[in-house]
């Protein structure tokens, strides 16, 4: 019965696979679930020898090693989810923050539009909140994604005038930097009340930034996510998690 679950999972990981990689930009997220197709195949095809070496000693040993990390693993991912949603907005904010991610040449990504909606919806209850786009010009982007975001949000009737690009960022850290020195220029310092609007399993991580930046009072707007992302996502986001907890924190 295990090993007829395995290949179920492995022809199920493999087809996700192939869609993954004619859809969507090559990101370490995406390497993760390629990593754990190309295991459930190892283990698919040699599973007796694997099943042998592991019955005692140092295959013992590292397969109880395994499954703790995979446990820790776990315990993370379900941390990711829901710390996204433990400090919502309170729709009074002066300014709210967007964070940039992927363009498919000059179009939002489904990542990126999720978060524009949510601002978009934050807008209508706050109709007076300055908003700040941000994110630069990455690869396979013909345009920053601040532009693309301003021209999203303007083509649904947010005035241009009340919606300030940051486009020079390449990373979580640096959209809370720039934002942080754009609002001051403007007449808001660092310790107003601020929202930023980024998906909900990044949340955790983009509210500890937006502090470690000089930010005192911030609060988040969490967007959804496509069922067909929540893998990709969130096992990128363990990682990114762990980095900030080890090199940042």
């Given amino acids: 019965m295990k090993i007829v679950i395995v290949w179920l999972l492995t022809i199920l990981f493999s087809v996700d696979s192939v869609q993954r990689g004619l859809r969507s930009n090559f990101t370490l997220g995406v390497l993760m679930v390629y990593g754990i197709t190309a295991a459930l195949w190892v283990y698919a095809i040699f599973h007796r020898p694997i099943d042998a ?10 397969k109880i090693l395994f499954f703790c990390g ?6 993370l991912l379900a941390f990711v989810a829901v710390s996204g949603y433990s400090d919502p907005a309170k729709h009074d904010e002066e300014a709210v923050i967007v964070l940039g991610a992927g363009l498919r040449g000059t179009r939002v990504s489904n990542v990126l539009e999720r978060r524009l909606s ?9 109709p007076s909140a300055v908003i700040v786009v941000t994110g630069g010009q990455g690869p396979e982007e013909d345009i920053p994604e601040a532009r693309a975001m301003k021209a999203w949000l303007v083509q649904r009737g947010v005035p241009a005038e009340q919606i300030l690009e940051e486009d020079q960022s390449t990373s979580t850290e640096e959209n809370f930097r720039f934002a942080r020195a754009i609002l001051e220029a403007y007449g808001l310092s660092a310790d107003a009340p601020v929202a930023y609007v980024t998906n909900a399993f990044h949340c955790y991580r983009a509210g500890k930034y937006a502090a470690l930046v000089g930010f005192s009072d911030v609060r988040a707007v969490p967007a959804s996510i496509s069922a067909s992302s929540v893998l990709s996502c969130y096992l990128r986001e363990v990682m990114a998690v762990l980095y900030y907890w080890v090199f940042r924190a």
């Fill in 70 to 75: 995979c446990a820790v693993f776990a315990g």
């Fill in 53 to 62: 070496f592991c019955a005692h000693g140092v295959g013992r040993a590292l």
């Fill in 118 to 126: 949510a601002a978009y919806d934050y807008y209508l209850q706050n």
